[in-house]
């Protein structure tokens, strides 16, 4: 299929009618957040856990996708017996503001009767996502989130909420992530963006009339940042030099050698079946919210000033081999809070996975997640203590 | 301009008319071998220096480059007075094998009066680009080489001149290279091709006759490549997140931020002017060559085995924010070089401006480079011991 096939999939939505405002200055006429939950929302509503998504992530957390097939992409961490246990809490996950699997983006028509928004979407921010999705925790009737959990950019959606919304927070976990896009990141978007405006098909973001969207780019932009999820040694250990005797879909390759290397068949496996489940015209958008992402700038410069005063517990967790969010990234944004007197905790996990680690089974994780959330939620009587 | 204007340009070169047999089993009908010399060959014809380039470099090493303006690529490290000397040695340059500034590669005809190889090109190794090489330097009446030296994938041709040739190398400098292409760096180059080859102009590799080549994807190949070239140390330093109040020329962007990071304007640059000067089934070819290069594999997985009786004299340098050939890849040369029983120094130069250090001027490079080719000159009877 070239354009994906969202016709039939009726996401679980919520409609805000009056918009919103987005820190750009412009005003959506009209608000929608598509999300899924998981487990119960007690009598208190005191155990909702807000799971915040990464780049390409989206609210199906927690059970089979509803494009691809595949299993939920947080299966070690959410559900029942793990870490955000969806037997004691009450999950919600929402499709990021700028999205394509449901929440408001470049798909939707910027008026009824109008064409879709396409490129013309509005800029949006990581702040902007924060504020949607408090839309629809409010609308849920909750007025504190027991936590708010993400990796990559769903840690940057995670020290948002802290610091927009702190009394909003008892605790929360950013994994994986930062406090601003550093240039070397900003530069890998860049190509990937450019791989996608150079396409012919995207014909400046209004493609989905001609039903060609523009794949090969995006396959391309997919392809280069998903080498930035990985480490080397993932790399070299998950294909190293092995050759894969297919006859290659390239022409030039065709010509020149008749076997490839598994990682570039793995690659163009990543690049194309991405294609069929996410729009472009939401990659750049997206990225651009990621790369303007700089939370110390919204506080004069300083971060700890983004948690002046807080009562949030944090739990900030890196990967060693993670060169796309490393360690000394981790390590500002707990300076900071150990700066505005927060309670903070910070855990290096020893990985060679790369960035990717955050959505793999490591071990490590669930422990130190489980019992990061286990002595919260005793703190926060969620639990008794039966010591 | 769209093709480059190689017209007007009549490169030095030698043809020779028997051709050459490749790695792959192929004959080139013909061969040309195109270069340049800087100094004076003396009467020994024992002064000759091979300079190998890199993936994008060419033999315009010491003079002002015909095709752009721009001052010789290795000014800090070839000319009167530098480390390699030019009023002590005679340098030679020579353009790779596959390459597009008048070697034979994708860009000649196939045959007199047939059409352009384009992607039919053989797929070529860097042991042919060494053998094509060497005939010009038979050709040239040299049957020593005084000193072999490269960076990046040019040290990939000096390793495999010293091990193929050993007799006609008395000295030899691998610069920021490994002995094989790892998996990594196999995705980037992957990336790179995927861009080229999903450019509707490349038209399958024939795109010489219409006039149209497929820059945008080669800019996008060139703007990744571009990346692995530095460290994230230089691009914070070089650019952090300083935003630069351009329009940017995508309509995209336009319409989401009127403001571009400078890093992505300084990407687009590099990619923009890459396309003027180079071709893409070039790149195509020799970023093949690159990643099949593995020369361990040519001696039975044992490196020390294609070093095994040398008398060349070997200098290793390293970078050590280099991420893309990082120091434990020269090491391994060392290592091997050293179970061969061979003379060898290694050096890992500490720099923070990642794999480009070796085309940037570092003065522990210059020290490094003129002091091990003096030591070596001294032995090689080129200069008396002044002592």
Redesign the interface.
Known sequence: MDLPEQGPIAHQSAVFTDGLVLDCGQHLPSLTVAYRTYGALNAQRSNAVLICHALTGDQYVGETHPLTGKGPWWDHIVGPGRPVDTERYFVICINVLGGCMGSTGPMDDRAPGEAPWG???P?ITIRDMVRAQKRLIDHLGITRLFAVVGGSMGGMQVLEWAATYPEMVFAAVPVATAF?????N???H??G????????N?A??QYYASGRTPK??L??AR??AH?TY?S?EA??R????KLQGTTRP????L???GDM?E??SY??YQ?NSFVNRFDA?SY??IT?AM??F?LASEYDGDLSRAFAGTRTRFCVISFSSD?LF?THESRAIARALNKAAANVSFVEITSDKGHDAFLLDEPDLRRVLGGFLNGCALHAGLVEDDR
Do not use: C
Not at 180 to 184: E, I, K, M, N, R
Not at 193 to 200: C, E, G, L, S
Not at 250 to 253: M, V
């Open positions: 490129a013309d979407f800029p601003y896009h550093s240039a070397q900003i530069a890998f860049e190509v963006r450019q791989a996608i405006t150079a396409d012919p995207f400046a973001g090969d780019g396959a391309v392809m280069v080498i990985l080397e790399l070299s998950k294909f190293g030099r390239t022409p030039h390759s010509a020149l050698f290397f990682v570039e690659l163009q690049g015209n750049l958008a651009r790369d303007q700089d060169w490393p």
